[in-house]
């Protein structure tokens, strides 16, 4: 086959938000499939350009285009007020959406009713109603709305999947996931949005989608405790680190409990860059999965642990030397993002004889990126946010119950005899 039989088209995407995931993953998309483009049996060969960016103040898209030069394209920089509606207006085919996540919804939501596709970081959204929403909008306007759960493509996760799927590990008991951060992360690279935020939200999230997405079920109930005291006061609603507990109820009716422990508070000289830790307990076997054991140590003299650390996870997000000598960056962070782009290269230039409404549901409801697909997970975070918050006025030990009585959320406070309606749909 020439070049010439081979159809190119060209996508424009748009990016909200520049900081720190932005140059840990997107920035890497854009570049790679600027320079090299992406195929897709579907469609064809993908030019793929960053058209436009929305940030507070834009010093960091200043920056990024001097750093970057010719290794992207040139691009349209709106600053507030009103940066996303002004990124809106131009000529994109979809949104990135990697802002604090207190802040996804209002994005999220401009971007679809504007007729975009969407990607939004994780979580999607922090309510049930919030996601409701989004979900009927998108379905309206005939738009995907993905999430990135670059976890799912992590190959030890693909592999953990590929024995439950196969029946070889069966039934799931319980679960234990640890992700820790350094300091760095809450004082330095997030500090500006911090302030009433917890790292479970942020990160938990990943293993709540993970065990949810894996191993399915239904989620009955939720509960959740924390520390507070390093990244802001004792008593205020700033969380250092949370322990939240997951119960999920599958089809043969026994129960499994699943416990996820953050922290963005670990010390800045440990030797990885994050500690993350799994433990699946099955019938018939465990499954233990541990980030930096898994991988490499490099020391080297007045480097590691804090500018280089000891412990490295190339399969996320590693930069290389090719054989052939040209430098890359790769990994299961950019591969999640050049997915999206191929399924939206699909919706808009497919070559099969589905219509363009048929491959939205192909990859809408049910598919494991999309909004709809977040329920469970929106609903655990829903909770969690909801527990912490009664947590810091002075009533710790709540539990959410899900689906109970008719009402999807219903959240119990010690003490008191009626539970409190979070949210009245089915989960």
Not at 227 to 237: F, L, M, S, Y
Not at 246 to 263: K, Q
């Amino acid at each position: 086959m020439t070049n010439s039989t081979v159809a190119v088209h060209q996508l424009k995407g748009g990016m909200v938000g520049m900081g720190m995931i932005f140059d840990e993953t997107y920035r890497p998309f854009f570049e790679n499939a600027y320079q090299q483009g992406i195929y897709d049996a579907r469609t064809g060969v993908l030019k793929l350009e960053i058209a436009a960016v929305a940030s507070r103040t834009g010093g960091r898209a200043s920056k990024y285009k001097i750093s970057a030069g010719d290794q992207i394209n040139d691009f349209a920089s709106y600053v507030e007020p009103d940066s996303i509606g002004q990124l809106l207006k131009h000529d994109v085919d979809f949104v990135c959406i990697a802002t604090p996540d207190d802040r996804h919804y209002e994005a999220t939501m401009a971007a679809i009713e504007a007729g975009k596709h969407v990607i939004v970081e994780k979580p999607s959204v922090l309510s049930m109603q919030q996601l409701d929403s989004i979900i009927a909008t998108a379905r309206d306007k005939q738009v995907l709305c993905k999430v990135v759960y670059h976890k799912l493509f992590d190959p030890d996760h693909k592999k953990l999947r590929t024995l439950v799927a196969d029946d070889v590990l069966q039934h799931i008991n319980t679960g234990y996931c640890t992700l820790l951060e350094p300091k760095q992360i809450s004082g330095a690279q997030f500090a500006e949005w911090i302030q009433g935020r917890n790292p479970g939200t942020y990160v938990a999230v990943h293993y709540i989608k993970l065990i949810d997405f894996t191993f399915g079920g239904k989620l009955k109930s939720v509960s959740c405790s924390g520390q507070r005291g390093i990244v802001g006061e004792a008593d205020g609603n700033t969380w250092d680190s949370t322990q939240l507990r997951l119960i999920y109820e599958y089809e043969s009716g026994r129960e499994a409990a699943f416990d996820i422990h953050t922290s963005w508070v670990t010390p800045d000289n440990f030797p990885g860059y994050v500690e993350q830790e799994v433990q699946f307990r099955f019938d018939n076997g465990i499954w233990n999965g541990h980030s930096r054991k898994r991988g490499v140590e490099c020391t080297v003299e007045e480097k590691t642990p804090v500018s280089i650390k000891n412990s490295m996870n190339n399969h996320y997000n590693g930069t290389f030397v090719e054989p052939d000598g040209r430098r890359t960056q790769r990994g299961y962070g950019i591969e999640v993002l050049e997915e999206f782009a191929r399924e939206v290269a699909y919706v808009e230039h497919g070559t099969d004889n589905q219509s363009r409404e048929q491959r939205i549901g192909d990859l809408s409801a049910g598919y494991y990126n999309d909004i709809a697909s977040d329920r469970q997970t929106v609903a655990a975070v829903h909770a969690m946010e909801a527990i912490l918050e009664q947590h810091a006025a002075g009533n710790p030990d709540c539990v959410v119950k899900v689906n109970e009585s008719g009402n999807g959320l219903v959240m119990y406070i010690p003490g008191q005899a009626d539970g409190i309606v979070l949210y009245e749909n089915p989960v």
